[in-house]
């Protein structure tokens, strides 16, 4: 008799993140695939653990550039044991440890397995979307390990040219994303300046390498966040030579004004107005953020935007040196993931709340598979 187990199941859009963990995520039973179903090229995993994701959370409410259709199983990435193969497959074996490639397969991706989300106690996925787990990393730290470092890698090193002895000032520093940028700026010989809005949470990102953290205090009445000062005094006053903006909002105006002549603003993402969409699938943006030009003329500032996937899409050359670089500084420990929450199968609501309230430190986990 094949196993039962289980997985969530988005049944349709809702208007926001919150709705969405409300009303429309459920987790349902689901039988184990059997090995005879699979294809030559196909691999059978158990999943160990599965990484919430904030695009989760942005797919869930029809926020993100592009959605699977629903019903389908979330989940961007995950870790997990092989226990079947494919006639055909050479990549992996039954046994090894496994992290799963969103990029391959997964709700981001765009080909058959884009509802093979790794919120479930099995999935099914071709080899190419399989890479054997970093021996340094555990299941929990691997589970996340591609989309945070590879966006890092491909905001930091190609778009925006970090060198050795440069400034970068890293927004939304104690994310999964922001922490990666830490961490890929120091290998690159940066200076980096991290902010956040939790003296508690900055302190793991000074463990993870940042040379100064700054708390940003809450906007003023006039909607403004201001830094510019202290960020201009930790160098020199001259000024950072790359801003990693994943936040957006009133930050974005005050970065500019805290950046050197001809400094490189890279645009990452924009968690400070999630509800950029119209909801439910919709498309246009009515909260989109906006920049001053007067700045970014007078300062000769270029703005690069930094769409991982996308560029990955348009120029798939550009992926092998980054997914590579990953690996290879995952296997000696140049990067360590940072888990701060790890979540039973069952607490699936409470996990994605967890993730959109803000109270995550790096990456938050599903126990899939607790026994392992």
């Not at 989940?75 to 055909?88: D, N, S, Y």
């Not at 989109?288 to 703005?303: F, G, Y």
């Not at 803000?358 to 026994?371: K, N």
């Amino acid at each position: 008799m094949p196993a039962t187990g289980q997985r969530v199941v988005v049944s349709e859009f809702a208007e926001s993140p919150g709705e969405a963990i409300d009303s429309v995520v459920s987790l349902e039973p689901m039988v184990s695939p059997e090995s005879r179903e699979l294809a030559a090229n196909e691999v059978l995993v158990k999943v160990v653990c599965a990484a919430v994701g904030w695009v989760d959370l942005l797919m869930m409410s029809g926020q993100y550039q592009h959605m699977a259709k629903p019903p389908y199983t979330p989940g961007l990435e995950g870790a997990g044991v092989v226990i079947a193969v494919g006639a055909e497959v050479k990549r992996v074996a039954v046994g090894e440890r496994v992290l799963t490639d969103g990029f391959v397969a997964g709700p981001r991706s765009l080909g058959a397995y884009q509802s093979q989300g790794t919120f479930a106690s099995w999935v099914v996925m071709p080899e190419e979307a399989l890479h054997a787990i970093p021996s340094k990393l555990s299941f929990a730290q691997a589970a996340g390990l591609l989309s945070s470092y590879e966006t890092a890698y491909h905001c930091l090193l190609t778009r925006g040219r970090l060198k050795a002895g440069e400034t970068v000032l890293i927004h939304g520093a104690s994310g999964s994303t922001g922490l990666a940028a830490v961490q890929v700026a120091k290998l690159s010989g940066a200076k980096v300046i991290a902010t956040g809005r939790s003296s508690a949470k900055l302190e793991a990102v000074r463990a993870s390498g940042a040379d100064h953290v700054l708390v940003l205090d809450a906007a003023n009445s006039e909607g403004e966040v201001q830094f510019k000062d202290q960020v201009k005094a930790l160098c020199g006053g001259a000024g950072v030579d790359v801003v990693y903006d994943p936040v957006g909002g009133p930050i974005s105006k005050e970065s500019l004004r805290a950046m050197r002549f001809a400094g490189r603003f890279l645009v990452v993402g924009w968690a400070a107005t999630p509800a950029v969409a119209k909801g439910r699938g919709g498309r246009g943006a009515p909260n989109a953020n906006q920049l001053p030009t007067n700045l970014i003329m007078m300062k000769s500032i270029d703005v690069l935007g930094c769409p991982t996937v996308i560029s990955t899409v348009m120029d798939p050359s550009s992926r092998p040196p980054r997914l590579e670089a990953v690996l290879r500084w995952a296997e000696q420990g140049a990067i360590s993931p940072h888990v701060s929450h790890r979540f039973e199968f069952s607490e699936v609501r409470a996990a994605l709340r967890a993730k959109w309230k803000g109270e995550v430190i790096g990456a938050a986990v599903l126990s899939v598979d607790a026994t392992t």
